[in-house]
């Protein structure tokens, strides 16, 4: 494994309406934890509910998992508790980065508090180009990236649906959504 002072930690976004954002970044969780490197996964909309992926990073001394979020927040009936929420995860996620601790940090589902306002979009930029570590890799996943964070990332992936399950009546299934 390189060593910090020989990488160049990459920041990633997943965006766009298609599923497997998270999927994709959960993936390299595994693969950065399976080369021994030090994993911080911080989820920004799900709430305390258990999820496969979040199982087996137990399994993995290298991965720190924090679910922060309040749940599914487009159904909200308190914005003001939304927005709070968003804001104390996204303190919690800067000291996250900002301790040298890990070697990848994934950031799931902040890319909707940009789109709902909650986070700006240059907040966020602005802490990437001045204070992230310049070996540290960073993923961000949602719909809605903001153009700022997009123009700060090294590598942006929209996910594009064309067919969804969901559609033909298929709830979500555990293993697969789950």
């Given at each position: 494994m390189k060593t910090r002072d020989r990488r160049h930690g990459v920041v990633l976004?997943?965006?766009?309406?298609?599923?497997?954002?998270?999927?994709?970044?959960?993936g390299m969780v595994f693969r950065a934890a399976g080369w021994g490197m030090k994993v911080c996964v911080i989820q920004f909309i799900k709430g305390q509910?258990?999820?496969?992926?979040?199982?087996?990073?137990t399994r993995f001394e290298e991965?720190?998992?924090?679910?922060l979020g309040d749940g599914f927040t487009w159904d909200t009936k308190n914005p003001e508790q939304d927005i709070k929420t968003s804001r104390e995860i996204w303190e919690f996620s800067k000291q996250k980065i900002l301790s040298e601790e890990f070697d990848l940090v994934i950031l799931d589902e902040i890319n909707y508090c940009c789109g709902y306002g909650w986070i700006s979009g240059q907040e966020i930029a602005d802490f990437i180009k001045n204070d992230k570590p310049?070996?540290?890799?960073l993923v961000m996943t949602g719909r809605n990236a903001a153009p700022e964070v997009i123009e700060a990332a090294d590598t942006v992936t929209e996910?594009?649906?064309?067919?969804?399950a969901y559609a033909a009546g298929i709830k979500a299934e555990q293993g697969v959504e789950f």
């Open positions: 976004v997943h965006t766009g309406e298609g599923k497997g954002k998270s999927s994709s970044a959960f509910w258990q999820t496969g992926e979040q199982r087996a990073a991965i720190e998992w924090h679910a310049a070996w540290l890799h996910m594009t649906r064309i067919k969804h």
